[in-house]
T-cell receptor
């Protein structure tokens, strides 16, 4: 299957700071990338859908000014958690889909802890 | 009604048995169906996809699709303890826009 990387895998930051998470498709061009959040023992929650070269589409209840998404190229999307708070601590996972396939491939995830 | 429904489990089967995981979906126009496996603390991993009615086999895994009943299942033969994970069903189709709908997952434990 296709390979998607995420960086960093773990990050600890202080409350009020911002954190950037990178998602890269390594062996295919991803016109669409997705950002999910998952709290312990809960299901995946889609935060936003990101298309290369256009603004991300955010799910209801997700603050677009707090979770900034940039899909600047066909292989890179970034999620910036601005002014992070402890309640933002979660497992953030990106996925990518190539234009000629339906399936999504997930990155390994980033575990964010806000202290 | 949720777009995709799965029994949350937990489902326990003895090692070597067949594990059967089920998923129903509400959008009759759905076209593509996926099974992901997620180990605790890890991200989901695609294990099977199926587009046509019937069965699709890949090693110990068989996906079964019945569009008339809006039902998709995953069978795991000769279950191993390493199959213990949460299995997520996902659906994609013309009415879901550019995204998947995921079920909440079924937790499977294979008992040695």
């Amino acid at each position: 299957g296709a390979v998607v990387s995420q960086h960093p895998s773990r990050v600890i930051c202080k409350s009020g700071t911002s954190v950037k998470i990178e998602c890269r498709s390594l062996d295919f061009q991803a016109t669409t990338m997705f950002w999910y959040r998952q709290f312990p023992k809960q299901s995946l929650m889609l935060m936003a859908t990101s298309n290369e070269g256009s603004k991300a589409t955010y799910e209801q209840g997700v603050e677009k000014d707090k979770f900034l998404i940039n899909h600047a190229s066909l292989t890179l999307s970034t999620l910036t958690v601005t002014s992070a708070h402890p309640e933002d601590s979660s497992f953030y996972i990106c996925s990518a889909r190539s234009p000629d396939r339906y399936e999504q491939y997930f990155g390994p995830g980033t575990r964010l802890t806000v202290t | 009604q949720k777009e995709v429904e799965q029994n949350s489990g937990p489902l326990s089967v003895p090692e070597g048995a067949i594990a059967s995981l089920n998923c129903t979906y509400s959008d009759r126009g759905s076209q593509s169906f996926f099974w992901y496996r997620q180990y605790s603390g890890k991200s989901p991993e695609l294990i099977m996809f199926i587009y046509s009615n019937g069965d699709k086999e890949d090693g110990r895994f068989t996906a079964q699709l019945n569009k008339a009943s809006q039902y998709v299942s995953l069978l795991i033969r000769d279950s191993q303890p390493s199959d213990s994970a949460t299995y997520l069903c996902a659906v994609f189709g013309p009415n879901t826009g550019n995204q998947f709908y995921f079920g909440t997952g079924t937790s499977l434990t294979v008992i040695p």
